[in-house]
């Protein structure tokens, strides 16, 4: 049985809704769920812009292309049905929408090898394994094998991964030019300078949000992405910043994605072409049977293991570990996530998978499934109201994630950094994610040197048999560079 943890509040459920999503019973309040669901959604809406520019902006093997509005509103589709889903199913405070990393993979690497049509198919198998595993109980199992230190690890490294994607989303940070002839890999803003209105923008943002945390008020993150919402609004109506790209030239003092502005057209009618537009069995006529089994091999251990550190991270942030490091129902998070990865495919919007900016809505409050019905509801209406969704820029909803990612970081204190045996793996975990911009590499990495470091010291038994495993499919996932290169 678990042990979950209650919070702070008071148990007594008030009706029905608190009962079945357990909300007095975690210490939370509907307000809190409502704040903390509006959180996440603001801080991870970009997919439903993101997404589309990814994918329709790759060709597949036909030089195909797929509508870009279609992408929109199919990735407004799944996220919003997928993510209630969790909430009612898991009742886990977990968002679900198109994973970055994985779209890319699938748009650049996959596609242009056979059809789209074929590439989604993939996709589906995909997912159709990952909830083999969950139904057999395997994906569970190699979660409890993994140390609690170990997944502490993992919660901070996603934290501090977090922040890197807040400070590179708002070209706060940014990647020095080689023309710069300096082995500097990153510098800050525009050749060590914020010269760019959108940098400062950023900064007031993220600063105010700061204050508003330290000083507790109700509602800080949400608060500074609406606050900053509205002051880039003003300022990209006054100086005329644009986007960060104009007909295709460079403009490195623009927004970086989202232009804020008053949107013309507030409601649009969704188009929902894309639905069902997969091919099970073409990718393995066209491409070959080794081919797309690399494919499948390289999402399936990408979607396997970036769920396992988004659920523990997000799990951390609101206490809702038991003392093994497990969240409540693990089994039907897990599930849904599988459920979420083969509904991508089937609408052709790529894999969807947990999201860790769930983690924002969690510091704003949200302990339960009631928060993804919000989240889950202003998808849906995302659809409809694609206009609005991008008046918040990268630099507004990144001010959420610095701050998430201190959050997050404060758990590294139960790491005992004196046993080298766990203090090394937790550390390879920690800095790969960040620095390698993959949670799967960060979790790949410790438990490989985990394996390695007990084996070596004599304390193999010490090791969760499923734990060999597990080490053994990363090596192979690492490696997966010259076997791909020898297969083709």
């Excluded at 091919?279 to 494919?295: D, H, P």
């Amino acid at each position: 049985m678990d042990k979950r943890p209650t919070g702070t509040g008071t148990t007594v459920a008030r009706n029905r809704f608190d009962r079945f999503f357990e909300i007095s019973a975690r210490g939370s309040t509907l307000s809190r769920e409502v704040r903390g669901g509006l959180a996440t959604f603001f801080t991870m809406g970009y997919i439903v812009v993101l997404n589309p520019l990814i994918l329709g902006n790759a060709v597949d093997g036909d030089g195909r292309r797929l509508a870009m509005a279609a992408i929109a509103a199919a990735t407004a589709l799944v996220a919003g049905v997928m993510t209630i889903l969790m909430g009612v199913a898991a009742r886990f405070p977990l968002a679900l929408a198109a994973g970055l990393g994985v779209n890319a993979l699938v748009a650049y690497e996959i596609a242009p090898q056979m059809t789209w049509a074929d590439a989604m198919g993939l996709v589906v198998i995909e997912g159709v394994l990952i909830g083999i595993l969950v139904l057999t109980g395997l994906r569970t199992a190699v979660f409890r094998s993994v140390p609690v230190q170990l997944k502490t690890a993992i919660g901070v490294g996603i934290g501090l991964f977090l922040t890197i994607i807040g400070l590179v989303d708002s070209g706060f940070v940014r990647r020095v030019p080689d023309i710069a002839n300096t082995t500097v890999p990153v510098g800050l803003g525009i050749n060590g300078r914020l010269v760019s209105w959108p940098a400062l923008v950023f900064v007031l943002g993220l600063l105010l949000t700061l204050v508003l945390v330290v000083r507790r008020v109700k509602g800080a993150i949400l608060i500074g992405i609406f606050a900053t919402t509205l002051l880039a609004i003003v300022v990209e109506a006054v100086a005329k910043v644009g986007p960060s790209v104009v007909n295709g030239v460079p403009n490195p003092k623009g927004w970086s994605l989202n232009v804020p502005a008053v949107p013309e057209t507030v409601v649009d009618v969704p188009d929902l072409s894309l639905l069902g537009h997969f091919n099970v069995l073409g990718s393995w006529e066209r491409a070959g049977w080794l081919v797309a089994l690399m494919f499948v091999f390289t999402l399936l251990i990408t979607d396997f293991f970036d769920t396992m550190g988004t659920m523990v991270a997000v799990g951390q942030e609101g206490n809702l570990l038991d003392d093994k490091g497990m969240p409540p129902r693990t089994r039907e998070i897990l599930l849904v996530d599988s459920v979420a990865a083969a509904a991508g495919g089937a609408a052709s919007v790529s894999s969807n998978t947990s999201y860790i900016e769930s983690a924002a809505g969690v510091a704003e409050g949200a302990r339960t499934g009631a928060a993804n019905l919000v989240t889950g509801g202003l998808f849906l209406l995302a659809m409809f109201f694609a206009p609005l969704v991008v008046v918040v820029p990268f630099e507004a909803a990144s001010t959420a994630l610095i701050v998430v990612g201190f959050l997050m970081m404060t758990t590294i204190r139960t790491i005992d950094w004196s046993d080298y045996e766990i203090a090394i793996p937790a550390f390879l975990t920690i800095v790969l994610m960040p620095f390698t911009y993959s949670i799967s590499n960060g979790i790949g990495a410790g438990v490989i040197t985990y394996v390695l470091l007990k084996v070596v010291r004599g304390k193999a038994r010490e090791v969760h048999p499923l734990l060999y495993g597990v080490a053994v499919l990363f090596v192979v996932y690492f490696m997966r560079g010259p076997v791909e290169a020898l297969i083709y």
